[in-house]
């Protein structure tokens, strides 16, 4: 293995990115929180020490651990300024894989150029895939100007479609009907993600468990999938949709035997009643649902006063505001917004640029979001910290949006970190969802259960893609005859 200058990848490189990491990304630091150090035990061998035994996904973690070049890091640039890892740089830093950084415009694009002497080509798991001389991604600051760009040929050969109501109705542009774009959907066997709402639980508004579940009874799902989103989408009622790890039912077995412990902490539901989500079938289902929404803000202190929904002791409003960073936003936050004024709340809605988002996220400034997502694995463990825990309520960055401080979740991560073979997992995991679920941090969204892609007909395309993943784009290659008829038809460089 070698870097693209030509020098060896060493575990002084390896050693020298743990040591960095650790100390200065919160992610790595959480999930390197039992390994105590890295020493080289040979030329080609790293051995890391662990503080505790029975971490099994710590080793793979530690098997993706991104590596880094010591020497060019440790360096100076063009101008014999001292490279410093923990600044930005515009400068395109070294690499080791396939592509490398040909060129780019901050903010517009970045061409990527394919290494014509890449190590690790005759690889088995490269073999086939990595198939483009050059990448050029193109940035749009408006989704409908790069919807435009796509259905006009020469700035994208292929998009992912998030849009259940495009993918509906407005594939409708010349390049699709005389075949030129084609629209594909691909199955994946993945976890879906928790797509969600997400109260910010730091806020004294949602630490009522009350108020977060009163919150989620005013969501009327079913309305949006008709009318909205043509049906496309399955509610999300777990953090580990899809598979074996998605609590269901009561709990029994080993899984019991772990609540147990907590019993008197947990609410008395949980052991006596399935979990489940309310449902907009009628419009007497919807009364009903928000007639239960008020009754649990009024049992929490809040009441109606004047169309109002005011605290009972010190007449403050209750007032939300979503934070989004897309225009389509509006779509998903629209309807709970409504439903939420409905029950005399002040409910309102953000939109700002990425930049701001950003920023605002990291710092865990908002009430709510209208979108966040948290992908699942099949072995969840470390990364659980990052979600859930405590500690990581508590750290600028995190992916714990929802500020979760809560015991219980903290000893269940550890319970699933620390899980002695699957059927543990397994069991681990339930209750750690199940225990989530219950104190309503987050009002779950949606999910499809695989990948729209359209693309322009150029591609040559293995028939059998990944099932986990849904598709592989790096295993596609150009077809040289598609590509010139292509061409000839579409003069916009297509």
């Known amino acids: 293995a070698k870097w693209h200058d030509g020098k060896p990848i060493t575990t002084d490189d390896v050693i020298w990115s743990f040591q960095v990491l650790k100390a200065n990304s919160p992610m790595y630091s959480r999930y390197f929180e039992n390994v105590t150090d890295a020493v080289a035990i040979s030329d080609r061998e790293v051995e890391f020490h662990f503080d505790q035994k029975g971490n099994r996904e710590l080793p793979k973690i530690l098997g993706d651990l991104v590596v880094l070049p010591k020497h060019w890091w440790e360096g100076t640039d063009a101008n014999g300024k001292k490279r410093d890892i923990t600044r930005p740089t515009q400068e395109p830093p070294l690499g080791s894989a396939a592509y490398k950084i040909a060129s780019f415009k901050p ?3 970045i061409i990527w150029q394919r290494v014509p002497d890449y190590w690790g080509a005759k690889l088995p798991v490269k073999i086939g895939r990595e198939n483009f001389d050059r990448q050029r991604f193109s940035y749009f600051l408006d989704d409908n100007a790069s919807w435009q760009a796509f259905t006009k040929g020469g700035f994208e050969d292929f998009r992912v ?18 075949g030129d774009v084609i629209k594909a959907e691909y199955p994946t066997t993945s976890p879906e993600p928790m797509q969600a709402y997400v109260m910010n639980t730091r806020r004294p508004l949602f630490q ?24 496309a989408y399955t509610r999300t009622d777990s953090y580990f949709e899809g598979g074996d790890l998605a609590s269901s039912g009561l709990p029994q077995g080993k899984e019991l035997e772990i609540l147990q412990q907590y019993r008197d902490k947990l609410p008395p539901e949980l052991f006596t009643q399935e979990f489940k989500l309310p449902v907009y079938t009628t419009p007497q289902s919807g009364r009903e649902n928000l007639r239960k929404a008020y009754d649990l803000f009024k049992q929490a202190g809040w009441v109606n006063r004047g169309g109002k929904l005011v605290n009972e002791k010190t007449g403050e409003p209750f007032r939300i505001e979503f934070l989004g960073n897309d225009p389509v936003d509006e779509r998903v936050a629209g309807p709970l917004i409504d439903n939420l004024r409905r029950l005399g709340i002040d409910a309102t809605l953000r939109i700002v640029d990425d930049s701001q988002y950003t920023n605002r996220t990291r710092a865990f400034d908002f009430d709510m979001l209208a979108v ?17 825990s405590s500690t990581a309520a508590d750290t600028s960055g995190s992916r ?9 979740v903290d000893a269940l991560i550890d319970r699933v970190i620390f899980a002695t073979d699957r059927d543990d997992l ?24 695989k990948i729209r892609i359209a693309y322009w007909n150029k591609f040559g ?16 290659w150009i077809d040289p005859d598609k590509e010139k008829a292509l061409a000839a038809k579409h003069k916009s460089g297509n």
Do not use: C
Request: proline share 5%.
């Open 426 to 449: 397994i069991a681990a995991t339930h209750a750690l969802d199940r225990v989530l679920l219950w104190n309503y941090y987050m009002i779950p969204q949606w999910h499809l259960g």
């Open 372 to 388: 966040a997502g948290f992908q699942q694995s099949n072995s969840p463990g470390n990364e659980q910290r990052d979600f859930f």
């Open 107 to 109: 903010g517009t694009e």
């Open 400 to 408: 714990n949006l929802a500020g979760i401080k809560n015991p219980i």
């Open 461 to 476: 395309i293995p028939e059998k893609q990944p099932t986990y993943s849904g598709v592989d784009q790096n295993s596609w």
């Open 161 to 178: 479609e998030s849009r259940a109501q495009r993918w509906a109705v407005e594939y409708t542009f010349p390049a699709i009907k005389a």
């Open 208 to 231: 009522d468990v009350r108020v977060r579940q009163a919150l989620t009874y005013a969501y009327d799902f079913e309305s949006m999938n008709r009318t909205i989103f043509f049906g």
